[in-house]
């Protein structure tokens, strides 16, 4: 209970709230809650998320993923290759886990699969505890193209078919790009895929 005095500045009820409900779910610490309000947490989960909360209806795991998402940027330079983006996640994979939601776990980077005769490598691949399901994270350092839609869903078809077992739930796809393209977007049929972009802090 003593965490919730770094809520007393919060003049948004809807934002307290969430902070209480987090607080509670995650068991956080002082320190912890005052980064996630520092982070401004809250205004960094979507629109549709924060109705759900309003409302009291029920919340996916997905819903919790942050956009943008924050990655802290030893390099200084605002120009980076996907395989330096990937370097910097995995440097602090506990504050990248985090900025997803709930109940992620870091299984691997650049996880091998042979689709034909060819190897596929999926940038980085997680399961969520709570929600019982694998997912897939394609790193992009460009604005989302119509081509990633179609390279994360194989991928995700790939984990369904060989790797993921009949009690688990359906993968979900997490794209993280540079600058989202809500045209794209717009015609994506499969509710399991998300793209976020990525804010280097």
């Known amino acids: 209970m003593v965490s919730f005095c770094e809520l007393l500045p919060l003049k948004d009820k809807n934002k307290i709230n969430y902070y209480i409900r987090i607080c509670e779910?995650?068991?956080?610490?002082?320190?912890?809650?005052?980064?996630?309000?520092?982070?401004?947490?809250?205004?960094?989960?979507d629109d549709k998320t924060k109705l759900k909360l309003i409302k009291k209806e029920e919340i996916k795991v997905e819903d919790f993923i942050k956009n943008p998402i924050l990655i802290k940027n030893k390099y200084n330079v605002d120009n980076i290759s996907e395989?330096?983006?990937?370097?910097?996640?995995?440097?602090?994979?506990?504050?990248?886990?985090?900025?997803l939601g709930i109940g992620y776990s870091f299984i691997k980077n650049e996880y091998p699969i042979k689709i034909g005769d060819r190897y596929n490598y999926i940038d980085l691949l997680l399961f969520n505890i709570k929600d019982n399901h694998y997912t897939v994270v394609e790193l992009k350092t460009t604005e989302l193209k119509k081509e990633h839609i179609g390279q994360i869903e194989t991928y995700m078809n790939y984990v369904d078919t060989h790797i993921k077992d009949i009690n688990q739930n359906p993968t979900i796809g997490i794209i993280?790009?540079?600058?989202?393209?809500?045209?794209?977007?717009?015609?994506?049929?499969?509710?399991?895929?998300?793209?976020?972009e990525y804010e280097l802090t």
């Open 25 to 45: 779910d995650q068991n956080l610490s002082k320190r912890k809650l005052r980064e996630k309000i520092k982070n401004k947490e809250y205004e960094r989960l």
């Open 83 to 99: 395989k330096m983006l990937q370097k910097l996640i995995l440097e602090d994979i506990p504050s990248f886990l985090d900025e």
């Open 176 to 196: 993280i790009c540079r600058k989202d393209n809500r045209f794209i977007m717009k015609y994506v049929t499969n509710e399991n895929i998300f793209d976020r």
